[in-house]
């Protein structure tokens, strides 16, 4: 069992950046594949990001390519999402989660969710 507890959302203005982090129970995080999500206002839930459990293989979302960086700390139990030059269209609910699987993009894949934190970008 793993439970996942977002912070860090809050609003910014174009062009500025957040770091979300997202805090994990349980003494197996080192064995799952940590990914980002987000909601926005009136869309589908889509994927932003992954990392593997070794934080040696990291993908993203080609709208968020360049901008976010995902990272981890298994030390910590901890894995982050450092959000760039931040867009009004990246306003949603950000959502970390958790698969013991590999690879994969596909929401209904990972088994555990937070309970997301809210960005806001302004114009």
């Known amino acids: 069992q793993v439970q996942l507890v977002e912070s860090g959302g809050g609003l910014v203005q174009a062009g500025g950046s957040l770091r979300l982090s997202c805090a994990a129970s349980?003494?197996?995080?080192?064995?799952?594949?940590m990914g980002w999500f987000r909601r926005a206002p009136g869309k589908n839930r889509e994927f932003v990001a992954r990392?593997?459990?070794?934080?040696?293989?990291?993908y993203y979302a080609d709208s968020v390519k360049g901008r976010f960086t995902i990272s981890r700390d298994n030390a910590k139990n901890t894995v982050y999402l450092q959000m760039n030059s931040l867009k009004p269209e990246d306003t949603a609910v950000y959502y970390c989660?958790?698969?013991?699987?590999?690879?994969?993009?596909?929401?209904?894949?990972?088994?555990?969710w937070g309970q997301g934190t809210q960005v806001t970008v302004s114009s």
């Open positions: 989660a958790a698969t013991q699987g590999t690879g994969t993009n596909w929401a209904p894949a990972y088994d555990y």
């Open positions: 349980g003494r197996t995080f080192i064995s799952y594949t």
């Open positions: 990392i593997m459990w070794s934080g040696a293989s990291t």
